[in-house]
């Protein structure tokens, strides 16, 4: 074979980021996998020179919404088409968003529903995680096995919503069939009827602008509720994964669990770093329904507690809980055209773009985290969570050709830049450091750096294992 065809794309000159070190090397892909890493690699078919500039693997976005149901006239702005193309302008090659089950409905029904929206639409590879909102006798003792045999390894539990919430036994069941199948379990931890009568005393005294959703979520129901995942996850014993986590009374109940040794995985997100409640709103304007997510932003010494758990190991997971809906639109945060009070305002924000700039901006470039802690999070954990890796999350031999190399150099984030389907962004005017320079999807250039490449219906549909994670030690660094 000449030495024209090993290769059909090698990346020079680049210093490789992993979950443990940074080298410079080059990296030879071939049929959509990394081949080979070292220096002075043959020549390949096509070059690009990364000219000393930092290579991640790409983005796994473990914890998303895409074109999920939702009640009329309510509907999201990303199906897969929109939201993998502005994943993979932010750096993400591999996104995980929700089969959501509704009451009544079987968990196949969900998941075929979603595979019906997600075939022949995706720019970048996915998985599904389900929602089960639904846990009857044939739920727990047939269908849920048999899926998380097929590859559907994780299903998320809701403690809040009126119709996703379960019980404490609900509750219960699901971890025992997590812990019998080996799945990963994730739950929302926030107190529903804590919530629903903080809700009803504001709506009585008639403070219902979007500014008041922080109010009825304060840090008070998020820890009551993490607390009590946490112990009916050790009743179980059962790891457990806990999803968005905001500010520092969940995060001391998390440290307690790991100070006991129990395995309590968790998560959070951009806006519990970049956000506060003020964004929420300081008066009545409806302009704060753009930043309503739950549990909601909290306040600067919270953000600080967020990167400290980001720093130290608390934290394994970094998503972006993206949950798309325009702001001035009567299917999005403006339910029927109406600016509507706070309890029945579409909840979430878009940031699977975002994500990944963000934390390297001021993550990595500002000196809060390393770069092998910002490839841990973004990528390789993510990966391990939900059973893809070593395939996902990591540049090595035999991975996918997923990756990323970076330009560093500050720029102002605008709405206009993005490539979702949504009116705004929540980070609107803030200064940024890093965006991809280009994003390579098995082995191709989705992303040049000013252009987005299509590849609808080239991402595919993976198959999901055990959980490969390890808890980090109590102030392991």
């Known amino acids: 074979m000449s030495t024209a065809s090993v290769f059909d794309l090698v990346i020079r000159n680049a210093l490789v980021a992993s979950a443990s070190e940074c080298v410079e090397s080059d990296i030879g892909i071939r049929d959509g996998r990394i ?21 991640t693997p790409g983005g796994v976005d473990a914890h998303c919404h895409l074109d999920q149901p939702m009640p009329p006239p309510v509907r999201m702005a990303d199906d897969f088409e929109s939201g ?36 022949g639409r995706a720019h970048v590879d996915y998985a599904f995680h389900l929602i089960v909102s639904d846990p009857t006798p044939a739920v727990l003792t047939e269908e849920l096995p048999a899926l998380i045999r097929e590859g559907c390894s994780s299903f998320k539990i809701y403690m809040t919503y009126d119709d996703l919430k379960l019980d404490d036994g609900q509750i219960l069941d699901l971890l025992a069939v997590a812990r019998e199948h080996g799945a990963m379990a994730m739950i929302h931890a926030e107190n529903a009827d804590c919530i629903e009568w903080l809700t009803k005393r504001l709506e009585a005294a008639g403070r219902t602008a979007p500014r008041f959703h922080a109010h009825s979520r304060p840090m008070l129901v998020e820890r009551e509720a993490t607390h009590r995942a946490i112990s009916l996850s050790q009743l179980v014993d059962v790891p457990i994964l806990i999803v968005h986590v905001s500010g520092r009374e969940a995060v001391e109940q998390i440290r307690w669990a790991r100070g006991q040794g129990l395995q309590i995985f968790a998560e959070t997100c951009p806006q519990y770093l970049f956000l506060t409640a003020e964004d929420l709103g300081i008066d009545d304007s409806y302009q ?19 990167w400290d758990g980001l720093n130290d190991g608390l934290f394994t997971v970094f998503s972006s809980d993206h949950a798309p809906f325009r702001l001035d639109a009567p299917e999005g945060k403006k339910p029927g055209g109406e600016e509507v009070t706070f309890r ?53 031999i035999g991975a996918d050709a997923d990756l990323v190399i970076w330009d560093e150099g500050e720029f102002t984030l605008t709405n206009q830049r993005l490539h979702h389907n949504v009116d705004y962004t929540p980070y609107e005017g803030m200064t940024l450091r890093a965006w991809p320079g280009l994003t390579l999807a098995g082995g191709e250039v989705v992303w040049d750096g000013s252009h987005f490449h299509p590849r609808a ?21």
């Open 35 to 55: 081949k080979m890493l070292g220096q002075g690699l043959a020549a390949g078919r096509r070059e690009i020179d990364a000219a000393g500039r930092v290579v």
């Open 84 to 119: 993998t193309r502005s994943a993979a302008c932010g750096g993400t090659t591999t996104v995980i968003p929700f089969a959501a089950q509704a009451r009544g409905q079987t968990l196949r029904s969900a998941l075929a529903d979603y595979h019906r929206r997600a075939e």
């Open 288 to 306: 704060g329904a753009r930043c309503v997510c739950s549990p909601p932003p909290r306040d600067k010494a919270n953000q600080e507690v967020i």
């Open 344 to 396: 029945h305002i579409p909840n979430g924000i878009p940031g699977i773009e975002t994500r990944m700039p963000l934390l390297y901006s001021e993550g990595v470039l500002g000196g809060r985290i390393t770069l092998e802690k910002f490839v841990e999070l973004t990528a390789t954990n993510p990966a391990k969570a939900y059973g893809l890796h070593p395939r996902k999350g990591s540049l090595a």
């Open 457 to 477: 219906g080239r991402g595919r549909y993976l198959r999901g294992g055990r959980p490969t994670l390890r808890p980090a030690r109590p102030g392991h660094r």
